[in-house]
C-alpha cells in the first residue's frame, strides 16, 4: 500500500497529527492479497502444493499456506524498501 499526506500551512493538515507513530509490518505471507497472487506469481510451486476446496477447485490461499508449513525456513529472510 501507498500514502501520501500532504503536509503544510498549505495544506490544511498540520505536522503535529503525526506524533508516536509505528510502523507495523504484516508479515501474513498468505492472506487474502499475497495468497490470491501465489498462484500467478510461483506457478511451480502452486503446482506442487495444489490444494483444493470441496468442489475440487484451487485455493490459491491454503495452497500458499501448504508451501509455507513445509519449508518455513525458505522465508527466513525478507526485506522490505522503505
Do not use: Q
Not at 498549505?10 to 507495523?24: L, P, Q, W, Y
Not at 498468505?30 to 500467478?40: D, E, L
Not at 502452486?46 to 476446496?53: D, E, G, R, S
Not at 477447485?57 to 495452497?63: G, K, L, M, R, S
Amino acid at each position: 500500500p501507498y500514502a501520501f499526506f500532504a503536509i503544510g500551512e498549505e495544506t490544511g493538515c498540520s505536522a503535529d497529527h503525526f506524533k508516536n507513530m509505528r510502523i507495523v509490518f504484516n508479515l501474513a505471507f498468505c492472506g487474502t492479497v499475497s495468497g490470491n497472487r501465489f498462484t500467478r506469481e510461483c506457478p511451480a510451486l502452486a503446482k506442487k502444493f495444489n490444494v483444493t476446496n470441496m468442489e475440487g477447485i484451487n485455493d490459491p490461499v491454503e495452497t500458499c499456506n501448504a508451501y509455507v508449513e513445509s519449508d518455513p525456513e525458505a522465508l527466513d529472510e525478507a526485506y522490505w524498501k522503505i
